[in-house]
Each structure stands twice: as structure tokens, then as C-alpha cells.
């Protein structure tokens, strides 16, 4: 017991050390960072998400969207994510000031999103993949979200969100009836086209 005060001091610093080299001094080169334009006057970047986006961020989580797909641009010579066309620069902690949980990601069983609202800006080739992505992705494996769709009595007019199946394509849908997109699935849809890296900062220009 003698050496009781000597071991919590020991384990004291310890974590004093770890937390202060961990969190405050992240804080310190990350926390005061704020959006940014290249030339006085024009529009700060990166734009905070709104709307139906931020709740489609919430969806993206739940779903565990994050397990298979990355939000992060790696620089040139650290992989062929410019070759891949996953993004014109690399991302940058300022990329990141509005995300309350940062979705970096652990993997990539499918491609890095942080770019897929400039690659794929269309609303209705997000529905169809998430119904079913081998529609618009030829041996794709990431599991259907039919889940994320109900099917509809059509009234006077279809829905301006119903899904276009391609020709070929068994669609499981009586005649007069449609297949939308729940608030759920729009939400989602909207956070993925949010996700644009088609703005430069100071720290991270496009490449030329």
C-alpha cells in the first residue's frame, strides 16, 4: 500500500498525457477550423448539409451505410482513388467542420461516396440502386433496400418519384400500381447528393 500514491500518480499522467495528446491537441489544430473561399468574396466552402440531407444523414447510419463505403479522397501515389474518378482532389479536415460524427469509414467493399452527388446527380439512379443495384450496377453485391420502397395505387398521375424500371427488368408491380421511395428513402437520397466535392480549398485545389 505504500506505493498506492506513487501508482495513481503514475496512472494519472498517463491519461493526462494520452487525453491531452489525443483530444486537445486535435482541438487545437482541427476545432477552430471554419468554411473558407479562395477569392474574397465569393462563397465559403464546404456548404453545411440541410433540409431533408441532414436527416438523410441519420438514415445513412442507422442503415450502416458507413460499414461499406468511405468518405475520404485519398492524395495522389496512396491509392487510385483519381483513377477511379472517386474525386479531383483529396479531402481535407475543413471537408469535415459540419459533420457531427465523422463517416470516414473502415473499409470499401463498395466505392468512396464523398464525391457521389457530382458523379451521380440524378435522384432517380439513386432509387433504382438502392432498390436494386444491380440495375445500375452489373455484378454489383451490396444488398437491395426494397425496405426503403412501398408500392402504390396510382392516382390521376404516376408519382414524379416512381421507379422506372429498365426494359427487360421484372418489375413485382400489378398493372395501376407503383413503387416510390418512403420519406425514409428520400431523405437518404438527398444526403448523397449533397455529398460534392466540387469546391476548392486552400489546403486542397484541383488537380490539374
Not at 491519461?15 to 477550423?33: E, N
Not at 464523398?114 to 440495375?135: A, E, T
Request: hydrophobic share 35%.
Amino acid at each position: 500500500m505504500k506505493k498506492f500514491p506513487l501508482l495513481f500518480i503514475g496512472i494519472f499522467l498517463t491519461v493526462a498525457f494520452s487525453f491531452t495528446g489525443i483530444v486537445l491537441t486535435s482541438q487545437i489544430q482541427y476545432g477552430r477550423l471554419k468554411p473558407v473561399a479562395i477569392e474574397e468574396g465569393d462563397q465559403r466552402y464546404p456548404r453545411e448539409p440541410v433540409g431533408l440531407a441532414q436527416q438523410g444523414n441519420t438514415v445513412y447510419i442507422s442503415l450502416g451505410c458507413l460499414y461499406c463505403h468511405s468518405q475520404q479522397v485519398r492524395r495522389k501515389g496512396f491509392g487510385a482513388d483519381f483513377e477511379r474518378g472517386w474525386g479531383d482532389r483529396q479531402t481535407v479536415p475543413r471537408d469535415y467542420i459540419y459533420q457531427k460524427r465523422v463517416l470516414l469509414g473502415t473499409m470499401r467493399t463498395g466505392p468512396d461516396l464523398m464525391n457521389i452527388g457530382q458523379r451521380q446527380p440524378d435522384p432517380h439512379w439513386h432509387y433504382l440502386h438502392l432498390y436494386d443495384p444491380r440495375i445500375t450496377t452489373a455484378g454489383s453485391i451490396m444488398p437491395p433496400f426494397r425496405f426503403l420502397f412501398k408500392k402504390q395505387k396510382i392516382q390521376e398521375e404516376p408519382s414524379p418519384n416512381a421507379l422506372k424500371f429498365t426494359p427487360g427488368y421484372h418489375a413485382p408491380v400489378e398493372e395501376g400500381y407503383e413503387i416510390v421511395p418512403t420519406d425514409r428513402c428520400v431523405a437518404l437520397v438527398q444526403y448523397l447528393l449533397s455529398l460534392k466535392l466540387d469546391y476548392e480549398l486552400p489546403e486542397s485545389r484541383f488537380t490539374e
